[in-house]
């Protein structure tokens, strides 16, 4: 029995919310839902499966922006992102404003993540990964078993996150990918944040931001 997943795209960011299950319990969390809440409860319900938590990535808008809500409605608890990025949190009323969003409320995580740690979604255990760059606090989700990672906005298909944010550094992005997710296997597959499904290898060996062959 392994973990299950399906993309919802959210908000006009066209953020890659995603429900993840147990396919044992029929447990789910819902990763980085930052809105569009409608269409998240309609996936879970077509899929059938309870969800459990909240887990995020990281607080920007366009993936923590449903959080309060979202939680409030189902009586569920929020798990991530790092304390660093607890600043994001409280400034979610001031990013609605700048990109024209409906403010959310501020929440407060049940469980700040540490690297190193472990999430739970049903029988399905995570490893938690702190890979700050593009946010201090960003996390990644990795499913062992599945060879899958949560990866948010530290790296895209092609692409890499931007550092041009408070708090957002270039060099260290650069470092998180390199150290800590390119050492989890050319095989594993992972979902960023925006945009389509890619492999570690297919980016190691291509992505001209942190490729082997960058010049």
Not at 22 to 49: F, M, N, S
Not at 73 to 95: C, N, R, S, T
Not at 163 to 168: A, E, Q, V
Request: hydrophobic residues 35%; charged residues 20%.
């Amino acid at each position: 029995m392994s973990l299950k997943y399906r993309i919802i795209p959210v908000t006009p960011f066209q953020q890659n919310c995603s429900l993840i299950w147990c396919e044992q319990t029929r447990k789910a969390a819902v990763v980085d839902p930052g809105g569009d809440l409608d269409r998240i409860r309609a996936a879970v319900d077509e899929e059938g499966v309870t969800v459990e938590k909240i887990l995020l990535t990281h607080a920007h808008i366009d993936h923590a922006g449903g959080t309060a809500e979202l939680s409030k409605a189902l009586g569920i608890p929020v798990e991530g992102p790092h304390k660093e990025d607890h600043f994001w949190i409280v400034g979610l009323p001031q990013q609605a404003q700048m990109f024209g969003f409906p403010a959310p409320e501020v929440f407060t995580p049940d469980r700040w993540l540490e690297d190193g740690q472990q999430v739970t979604v049903g029988n399905q255990s995570l490893e938690v990964l702190h890979c700050p760059g593009h946010t201090p606090g960003h996390v990644v989700f990795y499913h062992k078993e599945s060879s899958l990672a949560l990866v948010g906005d530290v790296l895209f298909h092609g692409s890499i996150g931007r550092t041009d944010f408070p708090k957002g550094d270039h060099a260290t992005l650069i470092r998180s990918i390199r150290e800590k997710l390119f050492p989890l296997g050319d095989k594993v597959a992972f979902i960023p944040g925006h945009g389509p499904m890619s492999t570690f290898g297919q980016e190691r060996a291509t992505n001209p931001f942190v490729s082997d062959h960058r010049g």
